[in-house]
């Protein structure tokens, strides 16, 4: 059974490590809209979004529970001569007054708990984030292939047999409890937020292939996950 700091020390894989298509999308409209500046990471991992958006100019602040991860993130940052805050911290604990950040990503990584831990979460990044600030969040679906399977430990809260188990190393998320969300759950959960898209899509991952390291994206067949994109009310 893995840690998450186990599943860093064995290498950010090229999986975890090429930034998701939707969140850059989402950053350069943050970037044309010009109202977003500070953005808060939170389970930044080794900075597989932090380092370009902070590369595009935003003020970005990345939190994990891991210490490899943040070692191998504040590694990256010096290699690309760019800045951010990094703490290790756990993510219901984030180091920073009220209303500081002007959007949040919360990208495959607030969901590793039951539904109480989740909510709580869901209660800090509102309260972290300035009214009308922008935050993108994705959580597994109870469509998701995994759902039911492994051994339960809270209401749709499953310690899974791997997520992806087969593409990491140490059989990827063996041993770490996922939450698989409802769409009802989601929109309970951020009922302090305005939802602008709440869409259903199966994951894709990313691998570089070939002598020109081309990023090819992999569909994970039936690992249905929830993209939400919410406004801070």
Same mark, same amino acid.
């Given at each position: #059974?893995?840690?998450? /700091? ?20 989402? *950053? ?24 370009? +958006? *902070?590369?595009?100019? =935003?003020? #970005?602040?990345?939190? /994990? @529970?891991?210490?490899?991860?943040? *070692? ?11 800045? &951010? ?5 756990? #993510? ?14 919360? =990208? %495959? ?16 990044? @509102?309260? $972290? ?6 935050? !993108? ?20 809260? =499953?310690? %899974? ?5 087969? +593409? ?11 939450? =698989? &969300? ?7 959960? !951020?009922?302090? !937020?305005?939802?602008?898209? +709440?869409?259903? @899509?199966?994951?894709?991952? &990313?691998?570089? $292939?070939?002598?020109?390291? *081309?990023?090819?994206? +992999?569909?994970?067949? $039936?690992?249905? !996950? ?8």
């Amino acid at each position: #059974m893995a840690t998450w /700091d186990q599943i860093w020390q064995s290498g950010a894989p090229d999986l975890w490590s090429i930034p998701d298509r939707t969140v850059l999308e989402l *950053a350069s409209r943050w970037k044309a809209g010009g109202t977003v500046r500070r953005v808060l990471d939170l389970g930044c991992g080794a900075g597989r979004h932090l380092l370009p +958006l *902070a590369a595009e100019g =935003f003020l #970005m602040t990345g939190i /994990d @529970h891991a210490p490899s991860a943040i *070692a191998e993130c504040r590694s990256r940052l010096d290699q690309h001569g760019l800045k &951010a805050e990094l703490h290790c911290a756990e #993510m219901t604990e984030i180091p920073y007054a009220d209303c500081v950040f002007d959007a949040v990503i919360a =990208f %495959n990584s607030i969901y590793h708990g039951p539904a109480a831990q989740l909510r709580r979460i869901a209660e800090l990044l @509102h309260a $972290k984030l300035r009214p009308g600030g922008a935050g !993108f969040i994705t959580l597994p679906s109870r469509e998701n292939r995994m759902y039911g399977k492994g051994e339960p430990v809270g209401p749709h809260t =499953f310690v %899974n047999p791997g997520m992806f188990a087969g +593409l990491f190393p140490n059989d990827g998320e063996r041993g770490i409890p996922h939450y =698989f &969300a409802s769409e009802a759950d989601v929109c309970s959960f !951020f009922s302090g !937020f305005h939802v602008l898209s +709440l869409t259903q @899509h199966e994951l894709h991952l &990313a691998s570089v $292939k070939g002598p020109d390291h *081309a990023v090819h994206w +992999l569909r994970v067949p $039936k690992a249905f !996950f929830w993209n939400l994109e919410v406004i801070r009310k």
